[in-house]
């Protein structure tokens, strides 16, 4: 089992930052490879970024490529996605999620555990 809270979302105007954390507790954190989703309301959840074992893979979804950047410190136990150059449309409820493979997925079917989730809004 592995636990994941999320952290630090909040509201934003257009053009700001955010970074959220999402800190793990359980099985050995450095075994599974870690991704961001993001759910907006009326929409399906979609991918945002995912992570590799020991970060040197990332993947980002091209709405947020060059904008986000996803992170890891696998001695603290935490994942990280640093949002920059926010946007209204990127208002969403956003999930960290685990996937016990070397490098992760885009897909949410992949993951076999999640976050709660934490509320980014972003204002016009």
């Known amino acids: 089992q592995v636990q994941l809270v999320e952290s630090g979302g909040g509201l934003v105007q257009a053009g700001g930052s955010l970074k959220l954390s999402c800190a793990a507790s359980?099985?050995?954190?450095?075994?599974?490879?870690m991704g961001w989703f993001r759910q907006a309301p009326g929409k399906e959840r979609e991918f945002v970024a995912r992570?590799?074992?020991?970060?040197?893979?990332?993947y980002y979804a091209a709405s947020v490529k060059g904008r986000f950047t996803i992170s890891r410190d696998n001695a603290k136990n935490t994942v990280y996605l640093q949002m920059d150059s926010l946007k209204p449309e990127d208002t969403a409820l956003y999930y960290c999620?685990?996937?016990?493979?070397?490098?992760?997925?885009?897909?949410?079917?992949?993951?076999?555990?999640w976050g709660q989730g934490t509320q980014v809004t972003v204002s016009s």
């Open positions: 999620a685990a996937d016990q493979a070397a490098y992760g997925s885009t897909s949410e079917v992949d993951y076999e555990y």
């Open positions: 359980g099985r050995t954190f450095s075994e599974y490879a």
């Open positions: 992570i590799s074992w020991v970060g040197r893979s990332t």
